[in-house]
């Protein structure tokens, strides 16, 4: 897949295009294309918008970006505007609101779609405004979307009434094991953010010099067999691995497991998208929060990797001369990472080893987000760009970094630059974590 930065205007506009098209087949996919009315409307969790939110909120950030801003064009439905602004209306409220039903909201969604189509000929790439240049918004549009799709499908997964979703065939992939648990990045600075890709966010804005100290990084995600060990070892009863907000937070849930895990008799099973099945134990654990993958780390005597390190091991190498989009490289391949729902869950151990980066570290990019132990900042220079309350908003300690995507995130929705971010406590989201360690 050619990267979009050397297509030219034509290429590009043809390429969005098709892009638009799939993220809507996908996200039809996750709504009216599986539920019913009923269930489209319903709330399944407080953390959790309806998803018939989620299908007319898609539709209506593409009407103000792409029509309105974009485009030029007169509001379409301005009455829906406060309905859909999701800093004006908690999750957990929604469901109490005027909302499109179903019906109303594919039409709506689908209006908007044929007049972004319609109008797209008429912006321009190449002109000063920096809203649209090299595209700009309509890579933020189709990311937009495929993240809430991945909300769609962390819906889907605390749903509780039986299954809507069939696993799609799982990939045939060769699995060769790691030759090491670990991997050693060598002290000294690397090049940190981007400052020319065109679709990146702010929050990923300016490139700067990172001088790190040397540093072990795990070349695997923490497995389940890996995460097993901890809880058969007592680890969710022992406070001395624990953050002091984190054992506030099991002891006052009474957390002893992954989300969605639970004890059968002599084994451990797990509910995925309706499906109860015994725990496969070579795949990397997700649905653990931050505070879980810290009191793991801590455990084994040691840490979670800082966002710039994770970023170093993903995007460097000992000889690199610049920083790869991917770990494997600047262009995408579709069997280099468990991406883009190609399978309903994490990769196993050894799996994916075309797409390790320079250093050796395998499966960064897909499978799960990886917590870090940074927390939510702009880095040096930052200016926000097109509007605050996509990143700036939340910068501060309350939200902790993630990255790397998941086996749920779209490959046009991630990137070795990608920050992802969220609080401590989230466990609904397909969330996992790798170890890292001083060298000295």
Request: with cysteine; aromatic share 12%; proline share 8%.
């Amino acid at each position: 897949m050619a990267p979009l930065n050397t297509l030219d205007e034509h290429a590009l506009k043809e390429r969005i295009a098709g892009e638009l098209g799939a993220a809507r087949d996908r996200s039809h996919g996750l709504t009216t294309g599986v539920l019913d009315d009923t269930r489209l409307t319903a709330q399944v969790s407080p953390l959790m918008s309806p998803l018939v939110w989620d299908l007319a909120h898609i539709g209506n950030y593409e009407e103000l970006w792409l029509l309105r801003a974009a485009a030029g064009t007169a509001p379409m439905r301005p009455e829906i505007d406060g309905l859909y602004d999701a800093f004006e209306h908690p999750r957990a409220t929604r469901p109490t609101l005027p909302l499109l039903p179903p019906a109303e909201a594919a039409t709506y969604i689908a209006t908007v779609r044929a007049k972004v189509l319609d109008s797209l000929d008429k912006v321009r790439f190449d002109g000063p405004d920096r809203l649209t240049g090299g595209g700009f918004v309509y890579g933020m549009v189709l990311q937009h979307e495929h993240m809430h799709d991945e909300t769609m499908l962390a819906t889907h997964q605390l749903r509780k009434d039986g299954p809507a979703l069939l696993d799609p065939p799982e990939p045939a992939g060769h699995i060769a094991p790691a030759a090491a648990s670990e991997v050693l990045i060598g002290a000294g600075p690397f090049v940190m953010g981007t400052s020319d890709d065109h679709w990146s966010y702010d929050n990923e804005r300016p490139r700067h010099l990172v001088d790190l100290p040397a540093y072990y990084i795990d070349t695997e995600p923490v497995s389940n067999a890996e995460y097993l060990a901890f809880m058969e070892a007592g680890g969710y009863d022992d406070p001395r691995w624990w953050d002091p907000k984190g054992w506030e937070w099991r002891q006052s849930g009474g957390k002893r497991a992954p989300a969605f895990w639970t004890r059968e008799g002599e084994q451990w099973v797990r509910r995925r998208f309706g499906h109860v099945e015994p725990i496969p134990l070579a795949e990397a654990v997700q649905h653990v929060c931050w505070y879980e993958a810290d009191a793991y780390a801590r455990w084994a005597g040691k840490r979670l990797p800082t966002e710039a390190e994770w970023e170093k091991a993903a995007s460097w190498g000992p000889d690199a001369q610049h920083a790869r989009r991917y770990p494997w490289g600047d262009d995408y391949a579709e069997d280099h990472a468990n991406l883009g729902q190609r399978a309903h869950r994490p990769s196993v151990k050894g799996a994916y080893a075309s797409g390790a980066s320079a250093y050796g570290v395998r499966r960064m990019v897909g499978d799960v987000w990886e917590w870090t132990s940074s927390d939510f900042h702009g880095y040096p220079g930052f200016r926000s760009f097109p509007y605050k309350e996509y990143s700036e908003v939340f910068f501060g300690p309350e939200y902790k970094v993630l990255r790397g995507g998941s086996w749920a995130t779209h490959p046009l929705a991630v990137r070795n630059t990608f920050r992802n971010w969220d609080y401590p406590i989230r466990r609904q989201i397909f969330s996992g974590f790798r170890c890292a360690r001083d060298a000295a």
